[in-house]
């Protein structure tokens, strides 16, 4: 009797463990730019793949402030597949030091982007 429990509860857990669902994996999750001079605008490119073994859909992506614009995948991202979020910043008005985040909700969960840049004023 034991041996039979102990066999259904190890395949039980391989079974669960096998079914992971979407997966974001991200190359880099915080991006460190180069310093820029005031008014420019930044492009930031975060690469991912779905690593899961379910479609993963991106329901939205928020930027942490209005000086930042966020493109997402609106379609599906097939288990394998690869795809991107970009952001552009413009760094008008914005001089030192910046660190801006893109929120994302996901039928993975909750994923946090981050870049960072330095903006020298302009004389």
């Given amino acids: 009797m034991k041996k039979i429990i102990a066999t259904l509860l190890f395949f039980i857990s391989a079974v669960s463990f096998a079914q992971v669902g979407p997966q ?54 097939a288990p394998g597949a690869q795809d991107s979020i970009v952001a552009t910043f413009d760094t008008t008005d914005r001089p030192l030091f910046n660190a801006k985040g893109i929120n994302m909700t996901s039928n993975a969960g909750e994923i946090s982007l981050v870049f960072e840049v330095m903006v020298h004023a302009k004389e």
């Avoid at 690469?47 to 995948?73: E, Q």
Wanted: neutral net charge.
């Fill in 24 to 77: 974001a994996t991200f190359q880099k999750k915080l991006i460190v730019l180069e310093d820029v001079l005031e008014g420019t605008v930044v492009r930031v490119v975060w690469h991912f793949t779905n690593t899961g073994d379910a479609p993963l859909l991106i329901n939205s992506a928020v930027p942490s402030c209005g000086c930042t614009d966020v493109i997402f995948p609106k379609k599906a991202v």
